[in-house]
């Protein structure tokens, strides 16, 4: 009797998703989960997060191909385990600066008849993507740029790499990938403009939760790009759509793929990790080091529908109002 109101109590806890309740079922939680004790504690350790990460451990296990099952596992390793988070959600949309976006967009047009092609990127399905160089206004504001990320994650950062502009083009899809370890911790994409139909980029945060942002141009998504899958599952409607990726790094940062193979390769160790295929979960394969579910519509399964740039809404999402 005790244990079967333990359980209801738990059921009843975990429906609610309180951050303070998330904490009390987060303790009893280590003692009890045979997942955590086998694989690691997920960071952070809230409900929905480890409920995600677990579902995406199943998935993990029940890949086919080795080599996509072991890649997903340094994946995995990477966002759930490795990198500590720096936000409580891993995302935020703001406002562009106007002289920031105003450069940005007077580049694009200037360069837009004359633009080049960019390479062959693994995680873009389709035609090619448009390539219109920044030249020395990209570092110029890397460094522009480098105090609003810094106080979004409340940590000193060294730049990276500010990466456009890229044009996107009709029917381009973005696999859900994270960023390169060692460079792309924290990181933001900044819309600059287009001429398109809304073309969500799909995020996965620490409330477990995946939105569809839908970024107005001047604005940017600030994101931890380590540890959170984004992506753009949906095919590009209309001609173009471009943006600038800037990446940061915390200036003492150290971690590196090594590290993630340590904990890939006891995972990969322990007893009965790879299950055969059972149906029990949605099947999830890799293109390069991008997830995609191939039995889902626009091949990922958790596409919650467009979010068109409420501020207050998203907030309230995060449960900030
Ligand atoms: C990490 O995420 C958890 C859960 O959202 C949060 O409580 C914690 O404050 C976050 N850590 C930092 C440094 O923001
Ligand atoms: C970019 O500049 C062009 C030319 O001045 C203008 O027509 C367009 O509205 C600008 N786009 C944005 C998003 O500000």
């Known amino acids: 009797m ?32 045979p997942i955590a004790k ?16 677990d579902y995406r451990l199943a998935q993990v296990r029940r890949i086919e191909s080795s080599q996509e099952r072991w890649d997903a596992a340094m994946n995995l390793a990477v966002s759930g385990l490795l990198v500590k988070n720096f936000t409580s959600v891993g995302y935020e949309v703001v406002k562009t600066p106007r002289h920031v ?3 940005l967009n007077a ?50 950062l060294r730049a990276s790499n500010a990466y456009g502009l890229r044009i996107y083009r009709p029917g381009n899809t973005l696999t859900m990938h994270t960023d390169k370890l060692e460079t792309h911790v924290i990181s933001a ?28 141009p001047g604005e940017m998504l600030f994101y931890e790009s380590a540890k959170c899958i984004h992506g753009r599952p ?26 993630a193979r340590a904990l890939a390769e006891k995972w990969w160790g ?12 949605d099947r999830l394969q890799l ?15 958790d596409l919650p529908g467009v979010d068109h740039g409420d501020a207050e809404r998203r907030a309230a999402a995060r449960g900030e109002l």
């Not at 694989?39 to 350790?45: A, D, L, R, S, T």
């Not at 062959?120 to 389709?126: A, E, M, N, P």
């Not at 900044?190 to 942002?213: K, L, Q, T």
Request: glycine share 6%.
């Open 287 to 301: 293109t390069g080091t991008g997830y995609y579910e191939p039995d889902c519509e626009h091949r990922w399964c």
């Open 2 to 33: 005790r244990r079967a109101l333990a359980t209801l109590a738990l059921v009843a806890l975990e429906a609610t998703a309180e951050p303070w309740l998330d904490a009390a079922v987060s303790k009893s939680h280590k003692k009890r989960d």
């Open 101 to 103: 976006h105003e450069k």
């Open 189 to 216: 994409i900044v819309h600059v403009d287009r001429d398109a139909e809304p073309w969500p980029i799909v995020i996965e945060g620490y409330d477990g939760r995946s939105v569809e942002v839908d970024l107005q």
């Open 107 to 156: 580049t694009l047009v200037a360069g837009f008849d004359q633009q080049r092609t960019e390479h062959k990127v693994d995680q873009i399905s389709g035609e090619v993507a448009g390539f219109v160089d920044l030249g020395r206004l990209a570092n110029e504001i890397m460094e522009d740029l480098r105090p609003m990320h810094e106080e979004w994650s409340q940590t000193k």
């Open 234 to 259: 949906r095919p590009l409607e209309g001609k173009w759509y471009t943006s600038l990726f800037v990446h940061y790094r915390p200036i003492d940062w150290s971690l590196r793929m090594e590290d």
């Open 270 to 281: 322990s007893e009965g990790f790879h299950v055969p295929d059972d149906g029990a979960y």
């Open 38 to 53: 086998k694989y690691g504690q997920w960071i952070p350790e809230t409900h929905m997060w480890r409920k995600r990460l």
